[in-house]
């Protein structure tokens, strides 16, 4: 029973460092009562975490506050900045890199095109540059996170099917990565990714059981945390919930299976039946990337272009069923919608809570929230950070030599 009981300390302090920096993100300053309070830990458990954070460099102390129970106390803050963090997007036309800190503030970021035929050597060459160019500009860089799309083979550092660029398949993202930079590199799915900084930087009403973020973008996919850990099964490639059967005699999709979900709601689908039925509203000129000719189709359905609404509409449904899909194989009390087809908010989310209602069984439904994405960064660049950041606030040891560095300049 004790070894049980000790087995899951280590756990929970895991979960509870990531649920004190949470709080520290949201209110920049508060006091060891007030975290306390919120966390519903002990005062002697959160004493004892801050204790281990302020030795790694991650909490100050800033003198006497008045708490919220109008005691004076010391208070507290994260020393973001000493903990800068790169993150990089990779997806599947463009690639995005920022700086972040800990507290998840962004310092900068720069976003690069390229075209789908581009060899994949040129795009990580541009890609390695930024990253170090980003390294030289900011010093205080202690790791760097990178977001791939998947299925991504975590042991492998490979993608198993990237949908539309198959010259990627051979692409090991470990070892490009691993050699190059002096800082240590994290890579993650996409989706999971994106789970992370809904997790860390989403500012999501605690307690939080188990968080579901459904990505619709170019490619779908779905990254779940439950109580702190992501899901992700032997390989890592848990949760692809874009490559389940919605027609299980529908058409083939690149991954090898039949109607899968991503064929009836990405971004390319939402262009391909624009294209097929209302084409007045896809951008003139030159081919546009997946993103911006989404975007064109639901200005064409704000406008009230009845085509491109009917498009719009179908979308939504299809990521109704995938909704359906999640609430039956995770159980979250919250899903959270982002990427490319997320813009399209206000237009999907009556026909998704539509399709959500008429399926689930009431008691499922009434216990969980469906939401787009309010973050203000694109939720996979952010979550390559958070990746990282993750890390840092998972296995501090790895980091105290760098903390301990940058605390004695
Ligand atoms: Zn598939």
């Not at 779940?224 to 992700?232: A, P, Q, S, Y």
């Amino acid at each position: 029973m004790r070894s049980a009981m000790g087995k899951n300390n280590s756990d929970l302090t895991e979960m509870n460092r990531s649920a004190v920096v949470r709080i520290l993100q949201q209110q920049e300053v508060c006091s060891r009562a007030d975290i306390a309070r919120q966390t519903g830990l002990t005062q002697a458990a959160i004493t004892k975490i801050v204790a281990s954070m302020i030795d790694l460099g991650l909490v100050a102390e800033v003198g006497i506050i008045t708490g919220s129970d109008n005691r004076r106390s010391i208070g507290l803050r994260l020393n973001a900045g000493r903990h800068q963090i790169i993150g990089v997007k990779f997806a599947r036309q463009m690639f995005a890199v920022g700086v972040f800190d800990i507290s998840g503030k962004i310092y900068t970021q720069a976003e690069t095109k390229y075209s789908l035929e581009e060899n994949p050597r040129t795009v990580l060459d541009a890609m390695k540059k930024q990253i170090r160019q980003m390294l030289e500009a900011y010093g205080d860089v202690v790791s760097i996170g990178l977001a791939v799309p998947g299925p991504y083979l975590r042991e492998e550092g490979r993608i198993a099917v990237v949908t539309q660029m198959s010259a990627w398949h051979t692409i090991n993202f470990i070892e490009e990565f691993k050699e190059e930079f002096d800082k240590p590199v994290f890579i993650e799915h996409d989706a999971n990714a994106g789970a992370l900084a809904e997790w860390l930087f989403g500012g999501h009403p605690q307690p939080l059981h188990t968080l579901a973020y459904f990505l619709v973008g170019d490619g779908v996919g779905t990254g779940v945390i439950e109580r702190g850990r992501l899901l992700l099964g032997v390989q890592g490639t848990a949760c692809e919930i874009g490559h389940t059967s919605v027609d299980v005699h529908g058409p083939r999709c690149e991954c090898g299976n039949y109607g899968c979900l991503e064929l009836y709601c990405s971004a390319p689908a939402i262009v391909q039946k624009a294209r097929q039925r209302a084409p007045e509203c896809l951008p003139k000129g030159g081919p546009a990337g997946s993103g911006d000719a989404c975007a064109a189709v639901f200005a064409a359905a704000r406008a009230g272009d009845p085509k491109a609404l009917e498009v719009v509409r179908e979308a939504a449904e299809y990521i109704g069923y995938g909704c359906v899909t999640l609430i039956g194989a995770y159980n979250p009390d919250i899903i959270i919608i982002g990427d490319v087809v997320a813009q399209g908010g206000d237009l999907l989310m009556p026909a998704i809570r539509r399709v959500v209602r008429e399926r689930v069984a009431p008691e499922l439904h009434d216990r969980v929230r469906i939401e787009i994405s309010r973050l203000r960064v694109d939720p996979t660049l952010y979550g390559a950070a958070a990746t990282a950041t993750n890390k840092v606030l998972q296995l501090p040891s790895m980091f105290s030599a760098a903390a301990k560095g940058l605390g004695a300049r």
